[in-house]
């Protein structure tokens, strides 16, 4: 309950996605594909499924936007597997 609350609720975990979007955004922008399966690996510890990729490129947009960035990395927070240990 307590990390649901920090997931929807917590100024600190806003900032992480924002500078995390920003980071990859220019970084990812030529290679979205490496950047969703990087982000699946570091995020949860696994590779993405064909589903996800799908989702997760739609999600990012074509061309690449940093708003879509922020939004996948919302989104896997937002997944049950994904873990918050500040």
Not at 19 to 39: K, T, V
Request: charged share 15%.
């Amino acid at each position: 309950m307590l990390q649901a609350l920090e997931l929807t609720n917590g100024k600190l975990l806003g900032q992480w996605v924002q500078r995390g979007a920003a980071y990859w955004h220019p970084q990812a922008a030529n290679d979205p594909q490496q950047f969703i399966d990087q982000i699946f690996q570091t995020a949860l510890s696994r590779p993405p499924t064909e589903a996800e990729i799908q989702l997760a490129a739609g999600i990012i947009g074509s061309p690449p936007a940093l708003e879509g960035f922020e939004d996948l990395l919302w989104t896997i927070c937002m997944l049950p597997e994904f873990q918050l240990v500040p």
